[in-house]
Each structure stands twice: as structure tokens, then as C-alpha cells.
């Protein structure tokens, strides 16, 4: 399964995924980009995973379904965080909300656009107000925010960097792999390094 965060698409087509995925006979779908700003698109293997349903947000892409091999109802969230903090605050409500309606366990995936330590922004010595929100709505939803050990920072802008790329998963996600690891993939034109999802089982 592969999730691509600001594509900056309004329009996704098989030829985009073929290039992408290496043939077009991948499951996929896209939340438009708002001009040159934004766009999702999740794209994953139909031996894989079987989806059942799917939602849509402004800044979130859901697909709820079967990871085959295992028999797992569950269900995976593209995000793309918002940069203002009412309309982060609106996001997390959002995904609150989605989360309920899917009542399996759930994989958050994305650029959340928020850190949740001090340590994840460098020169940073105090959290925002929307940092302390974040990790409000982490504990609230009872997912786990997977550590990233082989690098400190996920963004970088010349001397800026922070880890803002994150994923986070129920209780019941770990229950069934509980050797879900994360680590970083080499960056290439994107200001964002990629994150690689990874289970042992």
C-alpha cells in the first residue's frame, strides 16, 4: 500500500498509476488537490486488501476493509494536517468522527503537520497550543504515535526541521502485529523524507 501526501493533482488517472505502481491494476483512489495546493492518493494491492468502503475529507482519504492474508477488518487514514490551528482542530474532529463510523481498528498515516515534543522541531523549546491539542486527540482516540528510530526529523526547509510525519494506530492494530515498525526512506525532491510502514509477522 502506498499513500502520497500534497500531490498537488486535480486529476488522477491509470496512466499516473501505472507509472507510479508499475501496471494499473492496483486498487486506488485520490482526494483532488485546491489548485496547486494539497491532494491525496492511496493506492494498495487488491491481493492485499479488499475494501468495503470508503470516505473522503478535504484533508483526509479513508478505506475501510480486509488485509486478506491475515483475515484483518480494519481500516486505513490518509491525512494531510491543516497549518491553521481552528481548522486542525477541525481535522482531528473529522477524523474522530470516521474513526466511530468504521468501528474497526485504524491505521493513521500521513503528514499531520504537528509535532508532539519539543524535541520533533529543532529551536523549539515550548509547544504550541495546536501541539498540546494534537496530543489531547491521541490520547482521546487511544492510538499509539509509532516511533521513527533512525532519524529525528521527517521535513526540512534550509535550517528548519521538524517530525511531522507520523503514523498512528489503535490498540488492536498492535494486538494483531505487534511488530509494526517504522523507519525513513532516502529523500528525494520532496521536502518530506518517506516513511516506510513494516511488520515482522
Known amino acids: 500500500m502506498l499513500g502520497l501526501v500534497e500531490t498537488k ?39 492485499f486488501f479488499k475494501i468495503r468502503n470508503s470516505h473522503k475529507g478535504e484533508r483526509w482519504l479513508c478505506f475501510e476493509g480486509e488485509v486478506v492474508k491475515y483475515n484483518f477488518q480494519c481500516a486505513f487514514i490518509l491525512v494531510y494536517g491543516a497549518h491553521d490551528r481552528n481548522e486542525k482542530l477541525t481535522v482531528w474532529e473529522e477524523l474522530s468522527y470516521i474513526a466511530g463510523l468504521c468501528q ?30 494534537f496530543k489531547h486527540w491521541i490520547q482521546d482516540m487511544g492510538v499509539v504515535d509509532l516511533p521513527i528510530n533512525d532519524r529525528n526529523f521527517t521535513w526540512f526547509r534550509g535550517r528548519s526541521c521538524s517530525r511531522i510525519d507520523r503514523v498512528l494506530v489503535s490498540l488492536e492494530w498492535l494486538e494483531k502485529f505487534p511488530e509494526t515498525r517504522l523507519h525513513g526512506g532516502p529523500r528525494g525532491l520532496s521536502d518530506h523524507c518517506p516513511i516506510i510502514v513494516e511488520d515482522r509477522k
Open 104 to 133: 474497526v481498528p485504524c491505521c493513521f498515516m500521513g503528514d499531520f503537520n504537528e509535532i508532539v515534543q519539543v524535541e520533533e522541531r529543532r529551536g523549539t523549546d515550548s509547544l504550541p497550543l495546536s501541539a498540546e491539542d
Open 9 to 47: 493533482r486535480q486529476l488522477v488517472t491509470k496512466f499516473d498509476i501505472a507509472k507510479i505502481w508499475g501496471n494499473s491494476c492496483a486498487g486506488w483512489d485520490f482526494v483532488e488537490s485546491n489548485g496547486v495546493s494539497g491532494g491525496l492518493l492511496l493506492i494498495w494491492d487488491d491481493d
